[in-house]
Protein backbone atom coordinates (compact mmCIF):
# COMPACT_ATOMS: atom_id res chain seq x y z
CA UNK A 1 0.00 0.00 0.00
CA UNK A 2 1.28 3.73 -1.01
CA UNK A 3 2.09 5.66 2.56
CA UNK A 4 -0.09 8.48 1.56
CA UNK A 5 -3.12 6.29 1.54
CA UNK A 6 -2.49 4.44 5.03
CA UNK A 7 -1.94 8.36 6.56
CA UNK A 8 -5.27 9.20 4.94
CA UNK A 9 -7.23 6.18 6.58
CA UNK A 10 -5.62 5.84 9.88
CA UNK A 11 -7.01 8.95 11.45
CA UNK A 12 -10.07 7.40 10.17
CA UNK A 13 -9.79 4.21 11.49
CA UNK A 14 -8.82 6.04 14.69
CA UNK A 15 -12.33 7.82 15.01
CA UNK A 16 -13.98 4.61 13.95
CA UNK A 17 -12.31 2.44 16.50
CA UNK A 18 -12.88 5.36 19.51
CA UNK A 19 -17.10 5.89 18.36
CA UNK A 20 -17.52 2.03 18.86
CA UNK A 21 -15.30 1.95 22.37
CA UNK A 22 -17.51 4.95 23.35
CA UNK A 23 -20.64 3.74 22.18
CA UNK A 24 -19.70 0.68 24.26
CA UNK A 25 -18.99 2.22 27.45
CA UNK A 26 -22.09 4.61 26.71
CA UNK A 27 -24.57 1.52 25.85
CA UNK A 28 -22.80 -0.33 29.53
CA UNK A 29 -23.26 2.56 31.76
CA UNK A 30 -27.19 3.17 30.77
CA UNK A 31 -27.54 -0.70 31.47
CA UNK A 32 -26.18 -0.62 35.12
CA UNK A 33 -27.76 3.41 35.86
CA UNK A 34 -30.98 1.81 34.53
CA UNK A 35 -30.88 -1.89 36.65
CA UNK A 36 -30.45 -4.37 33.93
CA UNK A 37 -28.27 -7.31 34.32
CA UNK A 38 -24.60 -7.07 32.19
CA UNK A 39 -24.34 -9.87 29.75
CA UNK A 40 -21.25 -11.40 29.12
CA UNK A 41 -20.10 -12.40 25.50
CA UNK A 42 -22.14 -15.21 25.57
CA UNK A 43 -25.24 -13.23 26.58
CA UNK A 44 -24.99 -14.91 29.76
CA UNK A 45 -26.12 -12.35 33.62
CA UNK A 46 -23.10 -11.60 34.76
CA UNK A 47 -24.66 -10.02 37.83
CA UNK A 48 -26.17 -11.50 40.34
CA UNK A 49 -23.83 -14.76 39.59
CA UNK A 50 -25.94 -16.83 41.60
CA UNK A 51 -29.68 -17.76 41.81
CA UNK A 52 -29.36 -17.33 45.50
CA UNK A 53 -28.37 -13.42 45.46
CA UNK A 54 -31.50 -13.11 42.51
CA UNK A 55 -33.52 -14.76 45.45
CA UNK A 56 -32.52 -12.66 48.04
CA UNK A 57 -32.98 -9.50 45.92
CA UNK A 58 -36.81 -10.36 44.91
CA UNK A 59 -37.02 -11.41 48.80
CA UNK A 60 -35.87 -7.90 50.21
CA UNK A 61 -38.07 -5.95 47.80
CA UNK A 62 -41.22 -8.10 48.51
CA UNK A 63 -40.51 -7.16 52.19
CA UNK A 64 -40.07 -3.37 51.37
CA UNK A 65 -43.14 -3.49 49.14
CA UNK A 66 -45.12 -4.80 51.88
CA UNK A 67 -44.05 -2.42 54.31
CA UNK A 68 -45.03 0.41 51.99
CA UNK A 69 -48.52 -0.82 51.27
CA UNK A 70 -49.12 -1.27 54.93
CA UNK A 71 -47.99 2.41 55.41
CA UNK A 72 -50.04 3.25 52.59
CA UNK A 73 -52.69 1.90 54.25
CA UNK A 74 -52.20 3.64 57.07
CA UNK A 75 -51.55 7.25 55.12
CA UNK A 76 -55.53 6.36 53.39
CA UNK A 77 -57.13 5.61 56.85
CA UNK A 78 -55.59 8.87 58.40
CA UNK A 79 -56.52 10.99 55.34
CA UNK A 80 -60.04 9.97 55.29
CA UNK A 81 -60.27 10.85 59.34
CA UNK A 82 -58.87 14.56 58.24
CA UNK A 83 -60.81 15.11 55.58
CA UNK A 84 -64.13 13.87 57.36
CA UNK A 85 -63.12 16.46 59.65
CA UNK A 86 -62.79 19.37 57.56
CA UNK A 87 -65.59 18.46 55.39
CA UNK A 88 -68.09 18.14 58.54
CA UNK A 89 -69.90 20.75 60.13
CA UNK A 90 -68.05 22.45 62.81
CA UNK A 91 -70.80 21.95 65.32
CA UNK A 92 -71.08 18.33 64.87
CA UNK A 93 -67.38 18.19 65.13
CA UNK A 94 -67.29 19.97 68.39
CA UNK A 95 -69.91 17.84 69.94
CA UNK A 96 -67.96 14.73 69.26
CA UNK A 97 -64.62 16.13 71.02
CA UNK A 98 -67.00 17.25 74.10
CA UNK A 99 -68.56 13.64 73.82
CA UNK A 100 -65.13 12.14 74.20
CA UNK A 101 -64.62 14.79 77.09
CA UNK A 102 -67.05 13.15 79.09
CA UNK A 103 -66.47 10.35 81.60
CA UNK A 104 -68.09 7.11 80.54
CA UNK A 105 -70.66 6.15 83.16
Do not use: C
Not at 1 to 24: E, F, H, Q, R
Not at 45 to 68: C, F, H, W
Not at 76 to 91: F, N, P, Q, Y
Request: charged content about 25%; overall charge neutral; glycine content about 8%.
Amino acid sequence: MNLDVLNAIAPVAAIVGLAGVGGWVFTTWLRVKNGYPLENSWGKAVYPKTGDEAMERVKLISQENAQLRAELGSVKDRLAVVERIVTDESHRVAAEIEALRRPAN
